[in-house]
């Protein structure tokens, strides 16, 4: 048994990753997350369940990941697998009934991803796609505007990421 363990060990991958403790560097991610998450949904084109759902369960999923950092998660990771195909599912839905326009319901389905992902975020690595993840969304936003008025989300984005950003490399530094 112990041989099994030690070549599976050193298999790549096979090592947990150290988690990532820094609250300060997990707050300004959300706070980059939510800011592309307002962005695309001020569009207008989603509903108020929506609206109210993704940012409230974003700051649900950073606090579960954060309190559950160090833990194995299978359970988690399983639910949040069924909750991809979920979303996938009610994408391929929409798209079929707009063929000529899928811009929304890609930016649903990026925003339902983006929500699932968040609840896994043990390590610094995770917590860094979280934040290309903002970025994206507000590329995203941008797309579905209609408005200068978007200019304030893009730089609000830029703040809170470069706050991140900092914070990461401060992180980086204490270890």
Same mark, same amino acid.
């Given at each position: ?5 030690? #070549? ?12 990532? +403790? %820094?609250?300060?560097?997990? *707050?300004?991610?959300?706070?980059? @997350? ?9 569009? $207008?084109?989603?509903?108020? &369940? #929506? $609206? ?9 999923? =950073? @606090? ?13 990771? @399983?639910?949040?697998? =069924? $909750? ?6 009610? =994408?391929?839905?929409? @798209?079929?009934?707009? /063929?000529? +326009? #899928?811009? &929304? ?7 339902? &991803?983006?929500?699932?992902?968040? =609840? +896994? /975020?043990?390590?610094?690595? +995770?917590?860094?796609? %979280? ?5 994206? /969304?507000? *590329? &995203? ?6 408005? /200068? ?6 730089? *609000? ?8 950003? %900092? ?9």
């Amino acid at each position: 048994m112990s041989l099994i363990r030690q #070549t599976w060990n050193r298999l790549p991958g096979a090592q947990k990753r150290l988690p990532e +403790d %820094s609250v300060e560097l997990r *707050a300004w991610v959300l706070a980059s @997350v939510l800011v592309g998450e307002a962005a695309v949904l001020s569009s $207008g084109y989603f509903g108020a &369940v #929506t $609206g109210v759902l993704v940012p409230s369960l974003t700051v649900v999923a =950073f @606090v579960v990941s954060y309190l559950r950092r160090r833990e194995r998660n299978v359970l988690i990771k @399983v639910s949040l697998a =069924f $909750g991809a195909l979920a979303a996938l599912a009610m =994408f391929f839905r929409e @798209v079929l009934s707009s /063929l000529y +326009d #899928t811009r &929304v319901p890609l930016a649903r389905l990026f925003l339902w &991803v983006q929500v699932i992902h968040a =609840f +896994d /975020l043990p390590a610094r690595k +995770d917590i860094s796609y %979280s934040l290309v993840s903002g970025l994206i /969304l507000i *590329a &995203v936003g941008a797309v579905l505007s209609t408005s /200068l008025w978007y200019g304030l989300f893009v730089l *609000a984005f830029l703040l809170c990421a470069m706050a991140a950003m %900092s914070q990461m490399n401060l992180s980086e530094a204490r270890e």
